[in-house]
């Protein structure tokens, strides 16, 4: 694995000086990614599937496609996780979605469904808002209480499908209530009954999920492996430890601490807002090791705004592949 490891990033510094070199990103020369053989792609994989500190971001505006910044070919090679703050494409642009794929199936990125899960915020044309709807006009008592969970539960099944129907990797949870009503043992409840179908979730063995997969999906949908994380700007319940794969903490002000299993926590700066600038806060969350363990990783919110040249960012995703080198040095 080592020497995999080694192969992979000395290919991937090779990749970034070859894509980039221009500063034009209308440039014919970024308008063509450069691709490697099949050893390349296994070694990226391999990696990816390996036990080390991940590399996490949010990734818009991809429905323009007008420059490498904007397309999933462009992203860093070595980017594990992908949250699609764009929202799912659009079926009728395949342009889009035979970048995606390529980049989920032979780069092993997994692309995450990602959404604020405010169920208030729903418009009332979907049946869970429907449900939630009569529900709370209900009188206070157990069958109030019961309808308000089911339509909860509906909510959670319209971002399984969300996952599943669009064969992606998993569900990305922004947790910011605002005092929405999904919010502290609700938020727990909605989790956990998504937890049934993918993440870490100790309580339901792999049988036990293939079978509710396989009643909602269909037997040819087989992928008990789906991911379930949690994004917030302050820790989450310690209920969603042991279910959740990830907790991208909303790190924007700096900083790593966390009162989560460091293991699980990826410590995320705000690209969006602070691209122009030295972006510290990410190397400093990129080069934090915990005194015991690992932890889960560091990454940026509007990763694809490290594609902008600058005088602090002289290449496309200069500083984004430093600051994975910094975290998983290669092995020379």
Same mark, same amino acid.
């Given at each position: @694995? @080592?020497?995999?490891?080694?192969?992979?990033?000395?290919? &991937?510094? *090779?990749?970034?000086l070859i894509s980039s070199c221009d500063t034009d990103i209308e440039s014919t020369s970024i308008q063509n990614p450069y691709t490697y053989g099949d050893q390349y792609y296994q070694n990226l994989r391999d990696y990816k599937a390996s036990d080390h500190s991940i590399a996490f971001g949010w990734f818009s505006q991809y429905g323009q496609q007008n420059s490498m910044a904007v397309r999933f070919m462009g992203l860093p090679d070595s980017l594990d996780i992908c949250s699609l703050w764009g929202g799912i494409p659009a079926k009728e642009r395949t342009d889009i979605w035979e970048e995606l794929r390529f980049v989920q199936k032979v780069k092993g990125t997994k692309m995450l469904?990602? &959404?604020?899960?405010r169920i208030d915020a729903e418009t009332d044309d979907h049946a869970f808002k429907q449900a939630y709807n009569e529900a709370?006009?209900?009188? &206070?008592?157990?069958?109030?209480?019961? &309808?308000?969970?089911?339509?909860?539960?509906? /909510? *959670?099944? /319209?971002f399984l499908d969300q996952v599943f129907l669009n064969d992606l990797d998993g569900f990305d949870a922004d947790y910011e209530p605002e005092g929405d009503f999904l919010s502290g043992n609700y938020f727990v409840h909605f989790m956990k009954y998504l937890s049934k179908y993918m993440g870490p979730n100790p309580d339901i063995t792999k049988e036990e999920r293939l079978k509710l997969i396989q009643e909602r999906y269909g037997t040819g949908v087989t992928d008990t492996n789906k991911m379930l994380c949690v994004d917030a700007p302050g820790d989450p319940s310690s209920e969603l430890y042991d279910i959740c794969d990830y907790y991208f903490k909303q790190a924007y002000g700096g900083?790593?601490?966390?009162?989560?299993? =460091?293991e699980k926590v990826v410590f995320c700066c705000n690209m969006g807002d602070g691209w122009q600038g030295t972006m510290s806060d990410m190397y400093e969350q990129a080069r934090y090791q915990p005194a015991n363990g690992r932890k889960g990783?560091?990454? *940026?919110?509007? =990763?694809h705004r490290d594609y902008n040249v600058h005088e602090n960012n002289p290449y496309p995703y200069k500083r984004f592949r430093e600051c994975i080198q910094i975290q998983n040095p290669a092995v020379y």
């Open positions: @694995m @080592m020497k995999t490891i080694k192969t992979l990033f000395l290919s &991937a510094v *090779a990749c970034g469904v990602v &959404a604020i899960t709370k006009q209900m009188p &206070a008592g157990e069958e109030r209480e019961q &309808a308000l969970l089911r339509a909860i539960e509906m /909510y *959670a099944e /319209y900083g790593t601490s966390s009162g989560w299993p =460091i990783g560091f990454g *940026a919110f509007f =990763i």
